[in-house]
């Protein structure tokens, strides 16, 4: 049914595929700025990332309080008036 040459290429491949197996994986890092070996590709990246966090943040916060403002009906001086008049201006 199967030739010496059929079983031979096959304990071949066994023996191929066992080594590949022993030997560790090389996973290849993304290439992203954050990983870059220049301390200043890290450094730009770390603060684009930070800046645009801090967006995405301040217009989710300034969305939720011009809703508040058009809902309550009250002006963005209505309620910093007081908070100002308190501030020592020196």
């Known amino acids: 049914m199967y030739t ?3 079983i031979s290429n096959l304990v071949d491949r066994v023996q191929q595929l066992e080594h ?3 030997l560790p994986k090389q996973v290849p890092l993304p290439q992203y700025g954050i990983l870059s070996k220049n301390f200043l590709t890290r450094a730009f990246s770390v603060w684009g990332l930070y800046f645009v966090a801090n967006l995405l943040i301040s217009i989710v ?3 939720i309080a011009i809703l508040l403002g058009l809902v309550l009906g009250i002006s963005s001086t209505d309620w910093l008036g007081p908070i100002l ?3 020592p201006i020196s």
Do not use: A, K, L, W
């Open 20 to 22: 590949q197996s022993i």
């Open 4 to 6: 010496d040459q059929d």
């Open 85 to 87: 008049g308190r501030v």
């Open 61 to 63: 916060i300034i969305f």
